[in-house]
């Protein structure tokens, strides 16, 4: 099946440091790519959907200035979470879609544990 | 608003038990149903089912789509202590630019 890679897969900074998390898909080129936030215990939350070339469209609630995303290419998506706070430690997951057949499949990368001290 | 609903939300059981977890959504334009297996990292990708493909099967894993009624099973069979994970069922309403979850349903399988 088609590979998402994510880095990191843990960091910890300080509070008030940005940090960039990669999104990349290794073997095929992805015109949407999605990132998502997920507390301990509780399902996937949706941030934003990002198309190549074009601004993330955010969902509700999620500060476009504080989670910055880029999609410069088909297979690399960015998200900086910039002057991180203790309240932005979580597990963030970005994904792909990719065709399998004629419909498409959401891949994941592995997640990256973010920990603001 | 397009919604998927999960059932049971969580389950309990011991080793060798056959399980089915339910998946049943209302969207606006299906696509595929999608069911995935999450442990301790990120959703890994178990079945996608369409009109096309309403039944697949893997090992002691199957799923069956019911479009008429709008839902999928996912069945787990002779249950081993690996299998313990978060089920998240997913439904494509945009192809492939929106993807719906439900909340998952925590299986865990005890010795």
């Known amino acids: 099946g088609a590979v998402v890679s994510q880095h990191p897969s843990w960091v910890i900074c300080k509070s008030g440091t940005s940090v960039k998390i990669e999104c990349r898909s290794l073997?095929?080129?992805?015109?949407?790519m999605f990132w998502y936030r997920q507390f301990p215990k509780q399902s996937l939350m949706l941030m934003a959907t990002?198309?190549?070339?074009?601004?993330?469209?955010?969902e509700q609630g999620v500060e476009k200035d504080k989670f910055l995303i880029n999609h410069a290419s088909l297979t690399l998506s960015t998200l900086t979470v910039t002057s991180a706070h203790p309240e932005d430690s979580s597990f963030y997951i970005c994904?792909?879609?990719?065709?399998?057949?004629?419909?498409?499949?959401?891949?994941f990368g592995a997640g990256t544990r973010l920990s603001v001290l | 608003e397009d919604k998927v609903v999960q059932s049971p939300l969580s389950l309990v059981v011991h080793e060798g038990d056959t399980v089915t977890l339910n998946c049943s959504y209302e969207v606006t334009n299906f696509r595929s149903l999608l069911w995935y297996k999450q442990e301790k990292k990120a959703p890994t990708f178990l079945f996608m089912l369409t009109s096309s493909g309403i039944e697949k099967k893997s090992g002691r894993l199957s799923s069956i789509l019911d479009k008429k009624e709008l839902s999928s099973i996912l069945n787990i069979t002779a249950t081993q202590t690996g299998d313990s994970a978060i089920y998240l069922c997913?439904?494509?309403?945009?192809?492939?630019?929106?993807?719906?979850f439900g909340p998952g349903t925590r299986l865990s399988v005890l010795p």
């Open positions: 997913a439904v494509d309403n945009n192809y492939g630019q929106n993807f719906v």
């Open positions: 073997d095929f080129q992805a015109t949407t």
């Open positions: 990002s198309n190549e070339g074009s601004k993330a469209t955010y």
């Open positions: 994904s792909a879609t990719g065709f399998s057949g004629s419909e498409n499949i959401q891949y």
